[in-house]
Every structure is written in structure tokens, then in C-alpha cells.
């Protein structure tokens, strides 16, 4: 692979050495956002999974008999822990395998009956997906490799938020009522429990006409990141990433969003800045 | 114009895909692959704003009517998180069309909820399974979505059998959805 794409005899071994080095750690970090985010929700997913899953099975006959097995969801969840040896040592080899196994993984709990509905299954999917392609690409030394990985990350999270955005393109979501009757009419959040301090009952119509909306308008942000030099789309979508986790519900939702974080910061350690010296092309 | 076509370089320099447009090439095809794949779900996010047949497809999805599980399978690596506006109601008794939507009585036997995407996960994705294990009596789920003009009722039995939580399809009169 090295051998058709980066070091090549008119390269410097050292230059080649520190790009695949980066090229390493920059997969390191977005595994590492990953693995966080699927794994922040652990305490939940222990009550959830032994608590009520294996006592609790639930049988449904859309789903084959293996995505309704309880044990199969178990596995499922703690399985990306396979995944954490790459890390310590980390190579070409080690990093597709690991890549492939978060990546399988999500797509096998985005198909079973206990876990289907966790948007966090289909994020960490595509970012498994980014993440296999870059390990696979992990010795290339050619400044292409940096910016389609830049341009692939800004596509993927992209992607991601125009599927909320357009489906939030509805009376429901533009008039407030499905904010409203989420977020706003119990004190779950602390964000709610802090408006109907506040504002009181009367006021919560206007407001979650309010917020509604401007979640709406950073979902489409998102969704046009590819239109923005990549640094700045990605500072904007990191930035609103950051800022709806306490708005929109808890920590919890790092596990959605945390995967594609890291892939933008992967993406920005990679993204030639205006300053740096292009390395020779070698295609 | 010359340092004005150099101030458009600049900036397309700072653009991915003008990077990426300009250095096409074979070897790439695992890339382009990816980027294809992308591009085409987002059109269809877009066309999902508009285009009928495509928000059939999704409300189909998130009420478990695809005809295959496998065509179900593909959708749902399409992203489509908090979409639509979801409704549930739940009962010990069949709900019907009457009950849900024309009286407000008996509202404290019923119980009504919004939930973010796939309504259905109030019977399998929450920390209350318990509670349609108690007693020998089975429960009731209706479940609406509608987008934009589009709307979609389900209807849904839980019944404790044996230990499991069996979950089925119920008809009552034209009340649930047979798209």
C-alpha cells in the first residue's frame, strides 16, 4: 500500500515516517472519541440491558430470531472493547480490524429489537465507515488523502444533520408542539426545569416555538458544512455539537454526537492550513 | 483581475472539494464509493421534504410496515433522528378511533406521549418493560406520525406470554393504517 502511495523513492524516509505517524494518531483519536461516546452510556445501558432486557424479552415477528435475542444485545454492546488494543498498539492492520469491528457492530444494533432506535447506532456506523477507509488509506502520503478526508467527514456529518433537519420540516417541529411536549412539559432537564422556573407555564408556547426553530436552523447549519472552507464548518458544527448536548437532553448524547466530534478534530489535524508547506504530490 | 483571480484561489484552496475534484483518479474507487453513498442519502433527505412516495418510505420505516425486514435493514443507516411528529397513546383496552380522537374523557386511564423517532420503542427501547408484564391482560398502543401532509396511524397488542412480551398488529375498525 505504502509502496504505491506515499514513500516513494523521491520522498525523504523521515517526512514519510512523520505523515503516517500522524496519519496514526489521527485514527487513534477519532477511535478514541468513539469508543468514548459508545461507552458514556454505560451506567444506563447496565440497568437497561441486565435489568430489563434479559428479564423483559420482548419477541416481535418483523425482526429474525437473532435480533431479538437479549444475549445478542449484550454482546453487541460491550463487543467495541475488542477495539481498545489498537489503541495501545497501534498499526495499519490493527486499526482496520478495529475499525471493522465498531463498524459491524453499529450496523448489527441498529438492526435489533432493543437497541434499533438509538440514533447513536447509525452515527457511529458512518463514522466507522470514515474510519475504515482511513486506516485502510492510513500509509498515504499524498496531500489528496488529507483532503478527502477532510471532504468526507464534512459530508458524513452533513448527512447526518439533513436527515434531522428535513424531517423536522413539519408543523409538529416548525410550530413547537413536538418540543414542547418533549423537552418542555416536565422538568426532566435542567434546561426545562429552569424555563418553567422562570417563565412559568403561560410563556412555554412562545419559547419552544423559539427553540425549536433554532435548533431547526443549526441542524441545516450542519447539514452545509460542505459549503464552508473546512476549518470553519468544522469549528461551527463542533461548536453547535458542543453546545446542544446540555441544551437538548444530557451527557447522555455525547454517544450520538462524540463519534462525529472527533472525526471533525481528525479532520482538522489533517486539513493543510494555509501555511503549511504542500508535500509533494505522489500519485 | 490577477490578484482578484488570486483571491478566488485562496479561497477555493481552502474548499476540500475543490481538492478533491481536482486530483480524481482510478485508485481512489473506494473513496468515491463512500462519497457516492453520501451524496445520494443526502438527496434523499432532500427529497423527503417534498416528494410523497419518499415520506411514505420513511414513515413506513419508523412503524415497521416495509414488506422486508432486509429493505428495513438498509434504511436505517439512513439517518433520521428526532423526525416527524410522533404520537402514542397506551391502554389496557383497544383505543379506537372514537377514543382517540374525538372524546376527551377517561383521559387518566390513557396514556399519551411524543416521542423523538420510531414511536415503537415506548415498547422496546425504554426502562419500563415491567410494567406490561403485570397482569394477564394485554395493552394497546396507537401510534401516529405525520409530516407535513402526510400521516401514518398504527396499531399495536402487548400481551405476556410466557414470560416474553409478544408484540403484534391489532385492526380496529378504520382506525390503523394499512399502507
Excluded at chain 1, 226 to 255: D, E, H, K
Excluded at chain 2, 11 to 21: Q, S
Excluded at chain 2, 40 to 64: D, E, G, T, Y
Excluded at chain 2, 76 to 84: E, L
Aim: proline share 4%; with cysteine; net charge positive.
Amino acid at each position: 500500500m505504502c509502496a504505491a502511495n506515499c514513500c516513494s523513492a523521491g520522498m525523504k524516509k523521515g517526512i514519510c515516517a512523520m505523515s503516517v505517524e500522524r496519519n496514526q494518531r489521527v485514527v487513534g483519536i477519532v477511535l478514541l472519541f468513539w469508543l468514548v461516546g459508545w461507552f458514556v452510556r454505560t451506567k444506563y445501558f447496565l440497568t437497561y440491558l441486565f435489568g430489563h432486557i434479559l428479564r423483559y424479552p420482548v419477541r416481535f415477528d418483523f425482526f429474525p430470531d437473532l435480533f431479538l435475542s437479549g444475549e445478542l444485545s449484550v454482546l453487541l454492546y460491550f463487543l467495541p472493547l475488542l477495539a481498545v488494543p489498537a489503541l495501545i498498539r497501534p498499526s495499519r492492520t490493527s486499526y482496520i480490524v478495529a475499525s471493522a469491528l465498531v463498524t459491524v457492530t453499529s450496523a448489527l444494533s441498529a438492526w435489533h429489537i432493543d437497541t434499533y432506535n438509538d440514533a447513536t447506532n447509525v452515527t457511529c456506523f458512518w463514522v466507522g465507515g470514515w474510519l475504515l477507509w482511513a486506516s485502510v488509506n492510513i500509509n498515504r502520503e499524498d496531500e489528496t488523502f488529507q483532503w478527502q478526508a477532510c471532504f468526507l467527514a464534512q459530508l458524513i456529518v452533513a448527512m447526518v444533520f439533513l436527515g434531522g433537519a428535513a424531517g423536522k420540516m413539519t408543523a409538529a417541529y416548525t410550530d413547537g408542539e413536538a418540543w414542547r411536549q418533549m423537552f418542555l412539559s416536565h422538568e426532566r432537564f435542567w434546561l426545562s426545569g429552569w424555563i418553567h422556573r422562570v417563565f412559568g407555564d403561560s410563556r412555554l408556547g412562545e419559547i419552544s416555538v423559539i427553540m425549536s426553530r433554532l435548533m431547526i436552523g443549526a441542524e441545516w447549519t450542519m447539514a452545509a458544512i460542505p459549503l464552508l472552507p473546512y476549518r470553519w464548518g468544522a469549528g461551527i458544527a463542533i461548536t453547535l455539537m458542543v453546545f446542544m448536548m446540555p441544551v437538548t437532553n444530557t451527557i447522555l448524547i455525547f454517544s450520538v454526537l462524540g463519534c462525529m466530534i472527533g472525526m471533525l478534530i481528525g479532520g482538522w489535524m489533517l486539513c493543510p492550513g494555509p501555511r503549511t508547506p504542500a508535500l509533494p504530490e505522489q500519485v | 483581475m490577477a490578484s482578484g483571480n488570486s483571491f478566488v484561489n485562496r479561497i477555493l484552496h481552502r474548499y476540500p472539494a475543490y481538492h478533491v475534484v481536482r486530483s480524481v483518479h482510478p485508485r481512489f474507487w473506494r473513496f468515491y464509493l463512500l462519497v457516492t453513498a453520501v451524496i445520494a442519502l443526502c438527496f434523499l433527505q432532500l427529497a423527503k421534504i417534498a416528494v410523497p412516495s419518499v415520506q411514505l418510505m420513511f414513515l413506513r420505516q419508523f412503524h415497521f410496515k416495509d414488506r422486508s425486514f432486509v429493505r428495513w435493514a438498509v434504511q436505517q443507516m439512513v439517518p433520521t433522528m428526532y423526525s416527524f411528529g410522533n404520537e402514542l397513546w397506551w391502554d389496557r383496552h383497544p383505543l379506537t378511533q372514537t377514543s382517540l380522537f374525538y372524546e376527551n374523557a377517561d383521559i387518566t386511564r390513557r396514556y399519551y406521549l411524543w416521542l423523538n423517532h420510531f414511536p415503537l420503542h415506548f415498547a422496546t427501547y425504554n426502562h419500563y418493560r415491567d410494567l406490561f408484564f403485570v397482569g394477564p391482560d394485554a395493552h394497546y398502543i396507537v401510534m401516529r406520525s405525520r409530516f407535513r401532509e402526510m400521516e401514518m396511524i398504527s396499531c399495536y397488542r402487548m400481551k405476556n406470554v410466557r414470560g416474553e412480551l409478544l408484540l403484534s398488529r391489532y385492526e380496529e375498525g378504520d382506525l390503523c393504517d394499512e399502507r
